[in-house]
């Protein structure tokens, strides 16, 4: 059993900053591919950020290209995604997901465990 706890969110002004922590339980965490979805309401949950297990390899969204960064320390068993440049179209819940395969997976279906997501407001 994996459990997975996300911290850092809260509310910016457009152009701030937020970094996001996942706190993941379970030996075998350095195994996976992690990744990042968000939530906003009225939308479908969406993919954020992925990054393989070992953290060499790292994908994202279009929309948080060149601005958000992924990465994840394996003797923490934590994983982070650092936000640069926020916007308000940003603002949704954020989760962080373990995924069953090594490589970044894109899709939801790729991952098996979450976490309870953690709210990320930006204001214009």
């Known amino acids: 059993q994996v459990q997975l706890v996300e911290s850092g969110g809260g509310l910016v002004q457009a152009g701030g900053s937020l970094r996001l922590s996942c706190a993941a339980s379970g030996r075998t965490f350095s195994n996976y591919a992690m990744g990042w979805f968000r939530q906003a309401p009225g939308k479908e949950r969406e993919f954020v950020a992925g990054?393989?297990?070992?953290?060499?390899?790292?994908y994202y969204a279009d929309s948080v290209k060149g601005r958000f960064t992924a990465s994840r320390d394996n003797v923490k068993n934590t994983v982070y995604l650092q936000m640069n440049s926020l916007k308000p179209e940003d603002t949704a819940v954020y989760y962080c997901a373990k995924s069953f395969r090594q490589w970044v997976a894109v899709r939801s279906s790729e991952y098996d465990y979450w976490g309870q997501g953690t709210q990320v407001t930006v204001s214009s």
């Open positions: 990054i393989n297990w070992s953290g060499g390899s790292t």
